[in-house]
Structures are given as C-alpha cells and as structure tokens.
C-alpha cells in the first residue's frame, strides 16, 4: 500500500478547491522537503530554500469534487501519494500549473530551443495561476 497524505477538500470562496491536510501530515510533508532545501529545482536549477520550496503532484489531481468523483479510489489513492509529491521552486509550480511532469519537461525542452519565446511563455504560465482577490 502506498503512502499517503490524510487531506480533506476544501472549497474556497472563489470556487477553486483545496486540500487541507490532515492529522499527521505535517511531519510527512517535512521529512519529503527538507532534503530538497538547498539542492537546484529539477525545472530551472535556482537553490530551493524554506522560502521558495513548493510541493508539486507530479501527476496533479483534478481541480473540481466532479474531476475527483470520476477517478476509482485506487486511482485517488495513486494521485494522493507521497510517491506522487514532488519539491520544486514555488515560480516552477506556478507555472507547471496543472501540467504532468512529462509534459512541462516536454514543453520546457521544447521552448529551449528559442530563450525568448521561453521567457514569454513561463510568464504567461506563471500569471495565468495567480487569483486576484479585493482587498
């Protein structure tokens, strides 16, 4: 049996959901990140520190309770699992968004071939995730 992570789902004011981690889990969450801290992202190579880290679902789950409803408990399971958590750079999964990892290592080899088309693309990537809210 897998290894997973005790959450709950959350909806947020804005409709998005959320995970909200369960009893237990906080010791999980820093055994996976601390031997990430100070070692280069696998994205883009800056030092992950304790104020950039980001956890990261190589495979993402689905961003809605009917996404969720859809996927067998095994399934759920699989995603959930701390095989499946990852540390990278907080700009990276901002970016990555809601990509596997196979495909944003696919799109980040592809737009190497053109630096400023790259430059363009992440930061579209990156903005695209962000939620205004009115203060």
Not at 4 to 18: E, L, P, Q, W
Not at 35 to 51: A, D, H, L, V
Not at 61 to 81: C, T, V
Request: glycine content about 4%; overall charge positive.
């Amino acid at each position: 049996m897998l290894e997973t992570i005790d959450y709950t789902i959350v909806k947020r004011r804005a409709g998005y959901y959320r995970l909200k981690l369960g009893r237990g889990s906080t010791q999980q969450v820093i055994d996976k990140v601390m031997p990430f801290i100070g070692t280069p992202c696998k994205y883009c190579k800056e030092i992950i520190t304790e104020k950039n880290f980001s956890l990261d679902h190589k495979d993402p789950l689905p961003s809605s309770k009917r996404g969720l409803a859809n996927l067998s408990p095994k399934e759920i399971e699989r995603l959930s699992s701390m095989d499946n958590i990852q540390v990278i750079d907080l700009i990276c999964n901002r970016s990555k968004n809601n990509l596997t990892d196979e495909q944003y290592t696919s799109l980040l080899e592809f737009l190497e071939k053109d630096p400023v088309m790259k430059a363009i693309v992440l930061k579209k990537m990156k903005m695209s995730n962000f939620i205004f809210r009115k203060k």
